[in-house]
């Protein structure tokens, strides 16, 4: 009997390969040309050594030097010497390009589009092929818009993955790319690319009870996850917490509602911040925490949402003394070119793994801990090379939106004050990530959502704050650049504007902390 192993790069992307009975992953790996690190292959040197996140599996014959008995029982693993005895998820510690291989491309027919609300749109595909799409629960894909040149926007998957048409939720935000092309010119019968799946922010083996939090459309891989859990035999319960800005944001409750008939021990709860909704529950997310969800913190966590939720979240925690056993996250931002998550992924927006701890230990999946003057000068690193390989080669399209990102994220600004400290967090990550998206280079684009800045800035920027009055004109200014395809003036005003920003995240560290 073979059994199905995704090996989940730190890239962000996943392959899946089928490991035959009696058969070790490396051997299968090498066999679909997957060369992940591997050096002696008789259990003596422990250069393949991984972190199996879900499965069973002979652990084959070793020595010590190569892997511990302490590794061992946190879940570490040789690739070399392992023979699953179930379907794995296994963390492979190097990137794709590295394993020589990548994401792979699928073709599909758009089968459904559908307006489930004033504010979000469902749409299906049908897979060329679908016998060879494998993906995990929670995972996303990069979809390119028809029309756009090749321009791609990235979606968690809202199906699970056995069902044959596969299913995405898109939030319309005017001027989006996605956006625009659903509403206005979309017909069943499209033809429609897209590659992956990606991201770490996917559903474990259950081993204890669940507390799944949405925000908005972040939603949709969390419909995943349910689909997924319906067909298993899992005797833990499962809550979800769905949280929107208004009632009309609130979609798919029929099928949540589905789910509480399907799923032994499923419950929800929907919150909406608007003081005005007919919701019986409003506010946070975090206000409607009660004791059994979060069992004493013998829990495991899933949230997909904006920066500034997932912040929300972890802060609630802290200050309630709770550490869940395990807490993944995938973060997404909300704009005119970021039509939906994760992305996640948030990103996969931003999802990095975390030092791969045993699972009976507790960790984190999104978070990487750095100063902030390190994320921040991580990402003008980025930026400076990014700009090398888009400076003149953005249409008069990608310019048009890059500019109203800019000012979007002028809109919650005034002059040294914040108008809404929230939502510039929000649209000033779209802004930066919009050259990673445009330039088209996935390793780029991963390395970017992989930096902690949203995160940073939704930690400790408050209403009250003082911004650096400079940030919205070097946004402007970086535009401007562009448009006059000044390479040299784009980076002269990159490198400004990451010392405006640092100088803006120290201020406000600094009133924090008083």
Wanted: glycine share 8%; net charge negative.
């Amino acid at each position: 009997m073979s059994h199905q192993v995704a090996l989940a790069f730190e890239d962000g992307i996943t392959r899946f390969i089928k490991v035959g009975a009696n058969e070790t992953v490396a051997d299968a790996s090498y066999k679909a040309r997957i060369n992940i690190p591997l050096d002696c292959r008789d259990g003596a040197c422990g250069t393949c050594k991984v972190f199996c996140e879900s499965g069973k599996y002979d652990g084959g014959d070793y020595i010590e030097e190569a892997l511990t008995d302490d590794e061992a029982e946190a879940g570490y693993c040789l690739p070399c010497q392992m023979v699953p005895e179930s379907d794995l998820v296994l963390q492979i510690p190097t990137t794709s390009d590295v394993a020589k291989t990548s994401a792979t491309s699928f073709e599909s027919t758009l089968s459904e589009i559908r307006r489930i609300s004033e504010t979000t749109y469902a749409f299906s595909l049908e897979v060329d092929k679908r016998e060879d799409l494998s993906f995990l629960p929670g995972q996303y894909v990069n979809i390119e818009v028809p029309g756009s040149g090749g321009q791609t926007r990235s979606y968690s998957f809202s199906s699970g993955p056995e069902v044959d048409i596969v299913s995405f939720l898109i939030r319309i935000t005017d001027g989006g790319l996605m956006s625009t092309y659903m509403r206005d010119t979309a017909q069943v019968g499209d033809r429609i690319t897209f590659t992956g799946p990606m991201g770490s922010f996917f559903l474990r083996e259950p081993k204890r009870q669940s507390l799944l939090l949405a925000g908005g459309t972040g939603l949709a891989p969390l419909l995943a996850i349910l689909e997924k859990l319906a067909g298993m035999d899992n005797p833990h319960p499962v809550h979800l917490i769905y949280g929107v800005n208004t009632d009309i944001d609130l979609v798919e409750l029929d099928v949540l509602q589905d789910y509480t008939q399907r799923i032994a021990g499923f419950s929800f709860d929907t919150v909406v911040g608007d003081p005005d909704s007919a919701s019986q529950k409003k506010g946070y997310v975090t206000n409607h925490f009660e004791p059994q969800h979060l069992a004493e913190g013998d829990v495991d966590i899933y949230l997909c949402g904006p920066p500034p939720m997932v912040e929300g979240v972890r802060r609630h925690l802290e200050a309630e003394g709770l550490k869940p056993q395990n807490f993944y996250y995938e973060k997404f931002a909300l704009a005119v070119v970021a039509d939906t998550e994760p992305a996640e992924p948030a990103a996969p927006a931003a999802e990095a793994p975390a030092a791969q701890a045993a699972a009976d230990q507790g960790y984190e999946i999104g978070e990487e801990h750095a100063s902030f003057e390190a994320q921040f000068d991580a990402r003008m690193a980025l930026e400076l090379a990014v700009v090398e390989l888009t400076m003149g080669k953005l249409a008069e399209g990608q310019l048009g939106e890059f500019k109203v990102l800019a000012e979007l994220a002028g809109k919650t600004l005034d002059g040294e004050k914040f108008i809404n400290a929230e939502e510039f967090t929000v649209t000033n990550d779209a802004f930066h990530e919009f050259l990673f998206k445009a330039v088209g280079n996935e390793h780029l684009l991963q390395a970017y959502r992989r930096l902690d800045v949203p995160a940073l800035m939704a930690a400790v920027l408050r209403q009250e704050h003082w911004i650096d009055g400079a940030v919205d004109a070097d946004h402007l200014g970086i535009v401007a650049a562009f448009e006059k395809q000044d390479i040299a003036a784009a980076r002269a005003a990159i490198t400004a504007h990451n010392q405006h920003a640092k100088a803006t995240m120290a201020a406000a560290s600094k009133a924090a902390a008083q």
